[in-house]
């Protein structure tokens, strides 16, 4: 029952995968088709040398479209298409989850990315790309069960660790006032991007209990990535459920794709057989006795080594609580306040300190990490000790010298994007080191990441409101989207792990202004000229008969509504400013700029060849057009499941 960890990371990552790959394919046509928002054409010109453009300039499949009749749309459905049935091939038999299997689901969706403009530049993406690397090196060469040592299953330990340390660190660099004064919950549950109707309740509860919570974030963060390295298994399980139950109440309060399932995927790292089959399997299971144990076994005897090896693991876990509890105290100035039975916290700490502190930990991160990966790669040679037969063990040390060198490579280059938290530590990086990831940025194999820097919103959640009209003195009707705040009655919808991705760049538009989301005007164009494929991706059309003449935005502030307001509305609102003027089809002014960013329609010359694969992606693009995207991935999934459970009662 070895390499349940690794098994149980590649059928989650499979799912991941499947998520991903049809949300996208789901709204496509609008984002990327010929007639969308951002046609693949003027990203992807025909050439006659096709590899070399992989190669040289862009690594994504598209470039190979042509040869197969397809212009750029038809060929994104097709990866697309591709990296679904795959994702439910490897979630179905496990005997497909090998390297070759995630390695093509990793360059399919790295070609997706590769052309997915605006659309796609999300941390996420890059992470689930970061992911799917990790998860060739952690799955077997010919597929089946993996592995019982995996470096693979390190490496994804230390992308969690990464990932989690710096979005809590860059919260305090950013030097954001809410961060710092422990407000942000104060303005996030409303102004993040598509919430949860629970994002109201959170909204309005306790002002003390939102201030604790940002605290709580600071630790789970900052501190508890630590406990992802020690040598104490009940630290680690400590981190891992941490780790979980913070997901878990993010994805209580709002939607945000798949990000929160892919972080609860990487935290499955943080496991082990024996944690794994207290849930899932037969009662009575026992791992492989630890290294440390056996060592100490040897030293003193197996019962008092035993017995050692428990009491030092508890004093340590209580010890480790006791200081990380104490010091949280000290350094947020936590005080229970009796009279009035709240919980009062604020930052002990200034931002010189917290700087000083940030250059002398990011060496010691390095350090563990380093020492840990040593420790793993020790483990590694035992168990090549342990193969019985001349083969295996001659297998074992070339799989060994494999998997240990590519191990060494992606921890160093990650150490640059690592780094970014301390500009000096990282120029003291060897050159060698700096020069590797330079040449692997081409792949996006890793990367570095910081999830909400700083809080929006703290005058009220912006919007961009688009309204429609035949007379620029007449009545105006505002268009609605499928999930982004607009109606102020609309209850905020549960969409995850479906990513509208129009709707969450009208939300970063709000942020900025249509200068600089050139896509957006592109977005107003078609609406202009009444595109089918681009009205799909919003709710309903307010001109069923004929597009109107002109189209306004308008910025409002938005905020919830307060409990004691009553009534069905989840909004009120009040007008910003004008956020751009209106604007007509054809217009000067629109041409203008649609021309400068190459946006403007044209009939581009390339067109799929009749034939057998382009009758089938049409079919199958017409059947799925009814589904939303939740329903689409919802009923993927269910079809997933059955095949599984059905596979699982006929090999009984």
């Known amino acids: 029952m070895e390499g349940l960890v690794a098994g149980a990371f590649l059928q989650c990552i499979s799912g991941i995968f499947l998520m991903a790959f049809t949300s996208l394919y789901s709204q496509s046509p609008g984002l990327y088709g010929r007639d969308g928002i951002l046609p693949l054409h003027r990203v992807l010109p025909i050439s006659e040398k096709p590899l070399e453009k992989f190669l040289a300039e862009s690594p994504t499949l598209l470039w190979f479209m042509p040869q197969l009749g397809l212009d750029p749309a038809h060929g994104f459905d097709l990866l697309c298409v591709i990296g679904i049935a795959l994702a439910c091939l490897t979630l179905v038999w496990e005997r497909l989850r090998s390297s070759l299997s995630y390695f093509i689901l990793w360059l399919v969706y790295l070609s997706l990315y590769q052309v997915g403009q605006t659309f796609l530049w999300f941390q996420w993406d890059i992470l689930l790309l970061e992911t799917g690397f990790l998860a060739i090196i952690v799955a077997p060469l010919f597929g089946g069960r993996p592995s019982s040592y995996n470096v693979g299953l390190w490496l ?32 996030h549950f409303e102004s993040q991007c598509i919430p949860l109707p629970l994002a109201w309740y959170f909204h309005h ?3 003390w209990f ?61 496991l082990d057989d024996e944690a794994l089959m207290s849930v899932t399997g037969p009662r009575g299971y026992r791992a492989s006795t630890p290294f440390a144990v056996r060592v100490v076994s040897f030293l003193v005897g197996s019962k008092l080594g035993s017995f050692l090896h428990k009491l030092a693991r508890r004093v340590a876990f209580f010890s480790v609580c006791a200081v990380t509890l104490y010091w949280t105290s000290i350094y947020f100035n936590i005080q229970l306040n009796t009279p009035s039975s709240v919980v009062e916290t604020s930052v002990a700490f200034s931002q010189k300190e917290f700087g000083d502190a940030l250059q002398y930990v990011m060496p010691i991160t390095i350090w563990i990490a380093v020492i840990s990966l040593a420790f793993e790669l020790l483990q590694g040679l035992t168990h090549i000790t342990q193969q019985r037969t001349l083969f295996s063990t001659l297998s074992s040390l070339v799989q060994f010298i494999t998997m240990s060198s590519m191990a060494v490579y992606m921890f160093s280059i990650s150490l640059v994007p690592h780094t970014v938290l301390d500009q000096g530590l990282q120029s003291r990086l060897w050159p060698v080191v700096r020069q590797w990831n330079q040449q692997s940025s081409y792949w996006h194999l890793t990367s570095s990441y910081g999830l909400f820097r700083s809080m929006t919103g703290v005058g009220g959640r912006p919007e961009v409101i688009l309204e429609g009209s035949n007379d620029l003195n007449g009545d105006w009707k505002e268009y609605d989207f499928l999930y982004k705040p607009g109606n102020l009655s609309s209850q905020p919808p549960v969409v995850a792990p479906h990513q509208p991705r129009l709707d969450w760049q009208m939300w970063f538009a709000a942020l900025g202004s249509y200068q600089h989301n050139p896509w957006l005007i592109s977005f107003v164009d078609r609406l202009l000229v009444g595109e089918e494929v681009v009205l799909d991706l919003i709710d309903g059309n307010p001109f069923p008969s004929k597009p109107p003449k002109y189209i306004r935005g308008k910025l409002y502030h938005y905020h919830f509504t307060k409990p004691s307001a009553g009534g069905k509305d989840w909004w009120v609102r009040e007008e910003a400013k004008e956020y751009f003027p209106p604007l007509s089809a054809n217009g000067k002014s629109v041409n203008a700029f649609l021309d400068h960013h190459n946006l403007r329609k044209r009939d581009f010359p390339h067109r799929s060849e009749p034939g057998l694969l382009v009758d089938v992606l049409n079919m199958l693009r017409q059947q799925v057009r009814p589904f939303s995207g939740p329903a689409l991935i919802a009923a993927v999934n269910f079809a997933v499941a059955v095949v599984r459970a059905t596979k699982s009662f006929l090999s009984r």
Not at 156 to 185: D, E, Y
Not at 225 to 254: C, D, E, K, N, Y
């Open 205 to 207: 509860s306790p002002e």
């Open 210 to 270: 939102r201030r604790l919570s940002v605290v709580g974030t600071y630790v789970i963060e900052i501190v508890a990535p630590f406990f992802f390295f020690a040598p104490v298994r009940s630290l680690r399980l400590l981190a891992f459920w941490l780790q979980i139950i913070f997901q878990v109440s993010i994805i209580f309060t709002g939607n945000y794709n798949f990000f929160n399932l892919l972080t609860c995927v990487l935290c499955v790292s943080l």
């Open 156 to 187: 994804v330990k230390w992308l969690l660790f990464r990932l989690m340390f710096a979005s809590g660190i860059v919260k305090l660099t950013s030097n954001c006032p809410t961060w710092w004064g422990l407000t942000a919950l104060d303005y």
